[in-house]
């Protein structure tokens, strides 16, 4: 068996990693449907993704001539050099797989160079984890059932759940990692087990024993998993607190904080800007990027308590509605389905389901009575 290792045209690359931008499939079809790993699916995307910008740098396609003189030459090289031992200094611990996407395995450098210069093992680069087989999926799918159900069953009554229903063994290994997979987690009273990620600030809780009267007065924000027949997205919403309107949402095969901040840049569009955004503390909402565009709205940004399981009901309501009135009666087959089928869903929810808290009206009705 020959060790080479299989490359793959620029241009098979570009495709792969359009149709992973799309948010149409999930990664495992993806990668299925082109014949590469879902991991090279990832990096190709976040490759693509993170050059983008580079096209329209150099708008004629030239870029600028370096400088002829060798003493500048000179220079530049000491000034560069000065700068990225600085930056080392500067820049907050990095995941091996957001290391990983940086890598370009086509690119000028060898991979051995790329890994040095980022200080990520090439162990630790070359790593394919497996993706999920039919089994998990289906295992997966009872989870979400039940946890959307009893959200207070953790990994030990998951697992006795699924042994009893399914009439198998299976051990809480397997169904911690599943639940950390799909971003399950027990609601119940605890102590401070987790901080935030390395740059984060967590704010304080907002709406507690404040009066909503009026649209546009506070909105909300949550992300739940989507099982499918082959894989699973993630699907994040925007809502607003008083009507129960949903005001953006989008679809993602991986849990990077882009699509939220495409949401909330669609909500804004659509709908101005509210007084309060509250979210739970995931880094998605946390980070930078989702932050900052709150901060240059002046929208003041609430965040769940560890120990107020409830404190985001109305969106945590919306995704029990979404799965058993949708998601779980039509099984969509993959994201090309999933995509118009939810478009449809919100359609109906907006405009034509009516809600016994908002007097029988529907959230559109509600939204637009009061602005």
């Known amino acids: 068996m020959s060790d080479k290792r299989k490359k793959h045209a620029a241009g098979f690359k570009a495709k792969v990693a359009l149709d992973a931008l799309r948010e149409r499939e999930s990664v495992r079809e993806i990668s299925t449907r082109h014949g590469v790993h879902s991991t090279q699916v990832n990096l190709w995307k976040a490759q693509l993704r993170d050059a983008a910008a580079g096209i329209f740098e150099h708008p004629s396609g030239k870029p600028g001539k370096l400088p002829d003189r060798e003493a500048e030459l000179f220079e530049q090289i000491g000034r560069l050099k000065m ?8 820049i907050p611990p990095i995941s091996a797989g ?15 160079r790329q890994c040095a210069l980022l200080g990520l093992p090439r162990s630790s680069y070359y790593y394919r984890p497996a993706t999920e087989s039919p089994e998990n999926l289906g295992l997966m799918r009872m989870m979400d059932e039940e946890h959307t159900d009893h959200p207070f069953l953790g990994v030990r009554g998951m697992t006795l759940f699924l042994n009893r229903t399914d009439g198998g063994v299976w051990n809480t290994k397997r169904v911690r990692r599943l639940m950390r997979l799909m971003g399950l987690e027990a609601i119940y009273p605890k102590p401070h087990l987790s901080q935030p990620g390395a740059g984060h600030t967590i704010h304080p809780y907002l709406l507690r024993d404040v009066e909503i009267v009026r649209p546009n007065q506070a909105w909300c924000s949550d992300i739940t998993y989507i099982p499918m027949r082959s894989g699973f997205m993630y699907l ?10 949903v005001l953006a949402w989008e679809l993602s095969n991986t849990l990077e904080a882009g699509f939220c901040t495409d949401a909330l840049d669609a ?9 309060i955004f509250n979210t739970d503390q995931g880094s998605q909402f946390t980070g930078a990027a989702f932050q900052g565009r709150l901060a240059g709205r002046g929208v003041r940004p609430s965040m ?14 919306l995704w029990r509605s979404v799965k058993y009135e949708d998601v779980y009666l039509r099984c969509y087959e993959s994201g090309a389905t999933l995509w118009p089928g939810l478009k449809t869903y919100f359609g109906y929810y907006n405009h034509r389901r009516p809600h016994q808290g908002l007097g029988g009206r529907t959230p559109n009705e509600a939204y637009d009575d009061r602005t």
């Not at 957001?98 to 051995?112: I, Q, T, Y």
């Not at 994040?236 to 309107?245: E, H, K, L, Q």
């Not at 909500?267 to 007084?275: I, R, V, W």
């Open 236 to 245: 994040v919403a925007v809502m607003d607190w008083y009507s129960r309107r």
């Open 83 to 90: 700068e990225l031992e600085w930056l080392k200094k500067k």
């Open 98 to 112: 957001d290391l990983r996407a940086l890598v370009d395995p086509g690119g000028r450098f060898p991979v051995a």
């Open 267 to 275: 909500a804004f569009a659509a709908f101005g800007t509210p007084e």
């Open 304 to 317: 769940d308590g560890r120990r107020r399981a409830l404190d985001n009901v109305f969106i945590e309501r």
